[in-house]
């Protein structure tokens, strides 16, 4: 398989670092517009890089990512960009007759009128327009497949099928006790990111009801995490999740909580005040005259490289599926998790755990593409494949998952 990973940032250098170690690779262009970002994530590799090369790309020139991927011979392309450049690749893959993976979806715009209420335009709803064409073309989109979302639609799969005959609820709960030594507030994955999904209104999903959207932070609740991360306030936020679940898997409702904490909260909370959220850009004095900047970029731009902070990072990281129903007639209630102590991750593959946990999932996707054992067209989420290949290679990946039962 050859594949373009686009996007050499936290999370794509961590690819190289797990694909590497892995047969089924034959050749990996790692491509980002900063070049030396990408030739830094080769050169990292050692002798482990032969099947590892960098070239400079743009991601929002979809023609140049088309030829990229046409010249270079690409099966698949692999997007480990922030999510404004979800379209122009999902596009240039189509065009290129090249399957695609991301870990982020075409991005939402809330309602114009009741946008804490009703959803606008819904995370995804850009890509599954162009289902049609996927299929057509015989080509598989697999949208979503990082580890929230990616591995926590895996897991709710996993629960419909083997665990469960009905299901009340699945909800995604996210918690850490991460701590990075010197930071008072530095993000472990790319802070756009970070500020998009936590602003957004949050989305919520009920039979009979369908999607729709909450005020930012809603419904808060102290969730247990396992592995001595321990309780952990959480709050609705708009998350993938739950607009992939319920296509796939019956469920009454879907939501997305993420375990944020009162200072985290309150510090976007001040960033969205002040308006320094916003990716609109602005007018600010430059040498030469005024020039345009995106705030968002702007306090990006500040915070520390969140691929840079695994040195100074303690703690672990929790992904994972809570989920509540019955099973031969009797109430059930399982949390299905995957859990990364940054000081192992460190020592492993010298990435932090956020974005090594991220990693894991689409170079396991990727294999499982490789081998036949996942296959499709379409554009499909993760809970559309069968999710005990998956689980078993992540195993075998020596990072395995648990179920707590709750019952
Ligand atoms: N599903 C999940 O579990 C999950 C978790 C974390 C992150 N993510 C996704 O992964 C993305 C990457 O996260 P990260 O922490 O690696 O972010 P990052 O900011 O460290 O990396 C992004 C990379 O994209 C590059 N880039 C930016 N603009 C580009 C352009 N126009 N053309 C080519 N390259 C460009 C940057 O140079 C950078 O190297 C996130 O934005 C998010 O969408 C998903």
């Given at each position: 398989m050859r594949v373009l990973l686009v996007g050499a940032g936290g999370v794509g250098t961590a690819v190289t670092r797990i694909a590497a170690r892995r047969e089924f690779l034959a050749h990996m262009v790692v491509a980002d517009y900063d070049l030396g970002r990408a030739e830094a994530a080769v050169a990292a590799l050692g002798q482990r890089g032969t099947r590892f090369s960098a070239r400079r790309l743009d991601a929002s020139d979809q023609g140049a990512v088309r030829r990229m991927l046409v010249e270079e011979r690409c099966d698949v392309l692999l997007n480990a960009t922030d999510p404004r450049f979800v379209m122009p690749l999902f596009q240039a893959a189509l065009e290129a007759g090249a399957h695609y993976l991301d870990m982020a979806m075409s991005l939402s715009a809330p309602h114009g009128a009741r946008p804490y209420e009703e959803c606008g335009v819904k995370l995804?709803?850009?890509?599954?327009?162009?289902?049609?064409?996927?299929?057509?073309?015989?080509?598989?989109?697999?949208?979503?497949?990082?580890?929230?979302?990616?591995?926590?639609?895996?897991?709710?799969?996993?629960?419909?099928?083997?665990?469960?005959?009905?299901?009340?609820e699945i909800?995604?709960?996210?918690?850490?006790?991460?701590?990075?030594?010197?930071?008072?507030?530095a993000p472990s994955f790319s802070i756009w990111t970070t500020i998009e999904e936590c602003l957004n209104p949050p989305v919520v999903y009920e039979k009979g009801r369908g999607w729709f959207t909450t005020p930012p932070f809603s419904e808060p609740e102290v969730f247990e995490f396992p592995e001595g991360i321990g309780p952990v306030e959480c709050v609705n936020v708009?998350?993938?999740?739950?607009?992939?679940?319920?296509?796939?898997?019956?469920?009454?409702?879907?939501?997305?909580?993420y375990?944020?904490?009162?200072?985290?909260?309150?510090?976007?909370?001040?960033?969205h005040e002040l308006g320094l959220d916003s990716?609109?850009?602005?007018?600010?004095?430059?040498?030469?005259?005024?020039?345009?900047?995106?705030?968002r970029d702007v306090v990006a731009a500040c915070l520390p490289d969140p691929a840079g902070l695994g040195e100074r990072m303690t703690g672990k990281t929790c992904a994972g599926t809570w989920v509540k129903g019955s099973k031969d007639g009797a109430p059930r209630e399982v949390y299905l998790y995957h859990v990364v102590d940054n000081q192992w991750s460190m020592r492993e593959y010298g990435s932090q755990a956020v974005v090594w946990q991220t990693a894991l999932n689409p170079v396991v996707a990727l294999e499982l593409l490789s081998t036949g054992a996942w296959s499709g067209k379409g554009v499909l989420?993760?809970?559309?494949?069968p999710p005990r290949p998956f689980l078993d290679l992540l195993t075998e990946y020596g990072s395995p998952w648990g179920l707590r039962d709750d019952s």
């Open positions: 995804g709803d850009e890509q599954f327009a162009l289902a049609r064409r996927w299929e057509e073309a015989g080509r598989l989109a697999l949208v979503g497949m990082g580890v929230e979302p990616g591995l926590s639609d895996v897991f709710a799969r996993y629960a419909a099928d083997e665990l469960f005959d009905d299901i009340e909800g995604v709960r996210d918690g850490a006790d991460l701590r990075v030594e010197g930071h008072d507030f708009e998350h993938e999740e739950v607009l992939l679940i319920p296509r796939w898997v019956d469920a009454r409702r879907v939501t997305f909580k375990g944020l904490g009162d200072d985290f909260i309150a510090k976007l909370k001040t960033l990716t609109a850009p602005v007018s600010v004095p430059g040498d030469g005259g005024p020039v345009q900047v995106s705030p989420g993760p809970e559309a494949l």
